[in-house]
Nanobody, 124 residues
């Protein structure tokens, strides 16, 4: 099994920045791709970004491209999501996810492991 624990959420004013972290533990050798998703109240879960475990490839949703950056530190088994120029529409619970395949994908059903989520709030 793989355990994922997110941290770094909070309340930030529009235009501000936050960095989310996702620490993986357990059988991390099974993890080849990591992703971030988010779910706003009353809405479906949306893909945000993904990265291969080597870090050589990344993939972003159009809504965050140019504002968010996904990265990883293999030595710490941690993936980060740097979020800049935050908007009220970015308000959501952000979830870290991992999958045992090397290809990047935005489909949540293709991820095998999930964290508990961390709340990000950007007041309007």
């Amino acid at each position: 099994q793989v355990q994922l624990v997110e941290s770094g959420g909070g309340l930030v004013q529009a235009g501000g920045s936050l960095r989310l972290s996702c620490a993986a533990s357990g059988r991390t050798f099974r993890v080849l791709t990591m992703g971030w998703f988010r779910q706003a109240p009353g809405k479906e879960r949306d893909f945000v970004a993904a990265i291969t475990w080597s870090g050589s490839s990344t993939y972003y949703a159009d809504s965050v491209k140019g504002r968010f950056t996904i990265s990883r530190d293999n030595g710490k088994n941690t993936v980060y999501l740097q979020m800049n120029s935050l908007k009220p529409d970015d308000t959501a619970v952000y979830y870290c996810a991992a999958r045992s395949e090397a290809t990047l994908t935005s489909g949540g059903e293709e991820y095998d492991y999930w964290g508990q989520g961390t709340q990000v709030t950007v007041p309007s």
